[in-house]
C-alpha cells in the first residue's frame, strides 16, 4: 500500500480543456516532486517542492502550472495541453530535499491522453 | 549521447538466473539511485548510494565513483523481478538529477 495516492488515475482532455491531477502523501514528508514519463523516453523531472516552497522548475512550458497548498498534497494544473504532452505523470514525495535527494516514495501515475 | 546510459536495454533470463544491469554516466555526482518500475507506471525506489555497496533481499547495487559506473544485481532472479530498472544520477552543481533509459528485465517461470 502506497503513502502516495494520485488522482485521477487516467484522464482524457481535449487541447482547450483545463484540469488538475492531484497527489497525496500520508507519509508526513516535506519534498514533493512531479515527473513526467513519455513513452520511450527516460523519466523527466518537472517540478520540486520543499516545505511548500518551489525550488526546482526544469523549463517546463506554462500550460503545467502546479501548486502545493501545503505539505501533503501537491497539484499540477493542466491548460490547452498538446498531444505531445500525453504521458504518464507520476508524484513522489521524500523526507527531505537534501543535497543527495533523500530516498523518493513514488505514487502510481496519472495516464494522461491529450486528444 | 545521453549523460546516463543504461545496459542491456532489455533482457530476458529464466527463473533462479543472475541478473546485471548497468548504469554509466560522464558527469560527476553526488549520488546516484536505482528505481524499480512495474507495469502499469508503479515506481519503487530501491537504492540511493554514492559509495560502495548496497544490499536488500535478492538485491545488490554497487556503484565505483572513480569509474562513473554502477550495476544492479539480482541474486535467483524470479518473475515478480520483471519490471523497468531505471538508474538516476544526481549532482550537486545545479542540483540536477538525470535520468537512464531504463532497462526492461523479463524473468520466465
Known amino acids: 500500500e502506497t503513502g502516495v495516492t494520485q488522482t485521477p488515475r487516467h484522464l482524457v482532455m481535449g487541447m482547450t480543456n483545463k484540469k488538475s491531477l492531484k497527489c497525496e502523501q500520508h507519509l508526513g514528508h516535506n519534498a514533493m516532486y512531479w515527473y513526467k514519463q513519455s513513452a520511450k523516453k527516460p523519466l523527466e523531472l518537472m517540478f520540486v517542492y520543499s516545505l511548500e516552497e518551489r525550488v526546482e522548475n526544469n523549463s517546463v512550458p506554462s500550460r503545467f502550472s502546479p501548486e502545493c497548498p501545503n505539505s501533503s498534497h501537491l497539484f499540477l494544473h493542466l491548460h490547452t495541453l498538446q498531444p505531445e504532452d500525453s504521458a504518464l505523470y507520476l508524484c513522489?514525495?521524500?523526507?527531505?530535499?537534501?543535497?543527495?535527494?533523500?530516498?523518493?516514495?513514488f505514487g502510481p501515475g496519472t495516464r494522461l491522453t491529450v486528444l | 549521447k545521453n549523460e546516463v546510459e543504461q545496459s542491456p536495454q532489455n533482457l530476458t533470463a529464466q527463473e533462479g538466473e543472475f541478473i546485471t544491469i548497468n548504469c554509466s554516466y560522464s558527469?560527476?555526482?553526488?549520488?546516484l539511485h536505482w528505481l524499480q518500475q512495474h507495469p502499469g507506471g508503479g515506481i519503487v525506489s530501491l537504492f540511493m548510494l554514492s559509495s560502495g555497496k548496497k544490499k536488500h533481499g535478492r538485491l545488490i547495487a554497487t556503484i565505483n565513483i572513480q569509474e562513473k559506473h554502477s550495476s544492479l544485481h539480482i541474486t535467483a532472479s524470479h518473475p515478480r523481478d520483471s519490471a523497468v530498472y531505471i538508474c538516476a544520477v544526481y549532482k550537486a552543481a545545479g542540483n540536477k538529477l538525470t535520468f537512464g533509459g531504463g532497462t526492461r528485465v523479463l524473468v520466465k517461470p
Open positions: 513522489a514525495s521524500s523526507q527531505d530535499l537534501t543535497t543527495s535527494w533523500d530516498t523518493q516514495y
Open positions: 558527469v560527476g555526482i553526488s549520488a
